[in-house]
């Protein structure tokens, strides 16, 4: 069992930056693929980015390539997301995912989902 609580979402203008953590609880952690998703209002939820359990892989959403960087600190048990050059467009609700059994970019791969942070873009 894995329990997720996100925080670092908030406010911020065009341009600017922001970190998602994603802190974790439970034994399966350090083993887990971890990944990060958002969801639009009237959208479905879509993949941002991913990152393996040792931290050394990592994939990304062509819309946010570049631009976002993924990272884990296993002693931490902590994910994070940090986001450059935010724009409007990336204005969601962002929830972190634990799969672990491996990780992947499809929702049906993980197993754990955290309650989500608001990130609001103004232009």
């Known amino acids: 069992q894995v329990q997720l609580v996100e925080s670092g979402g908030g406010s911020v203008q065009a341009g600017g930056s922001l970190r998602l953590s994603c802190a974790a609880s439970g034994r399966t952690f350090s083993s887990s693929g971890m990944g990060w998703f958002r969801q639009a209002p009237g959208k479905e939820r879509e993949f941002v980015a991913a990152?393996?359990?040792?931290?050394?892989?990592?994939y990304y959403a062509d819309s946010v390539k570049g631009r976002f960087t993924i990272s884990r600190d296993n002693a931490k048990n902590t994910v994070y997301l940090q986001m450059n050059s935010l724009k409007a467009e990336d204005t969601a609700v962002y929830y972190c995912?634990?799969?672990?059994?491996?990780?992947?970019?499809?929702?049906?791969?993980?197993?754990?989902w955290g309650q989500g942070t608001q990130v609001t873009v103004s232009s």
């Open positions: 990152i393996n359990w040792s931290g050394k892989t990592t």
């Open positions: 995912a634990a799969d672990p059994d491996g990780w992947g970019t499809l929702r049906y791969e993980y197993e754990y």
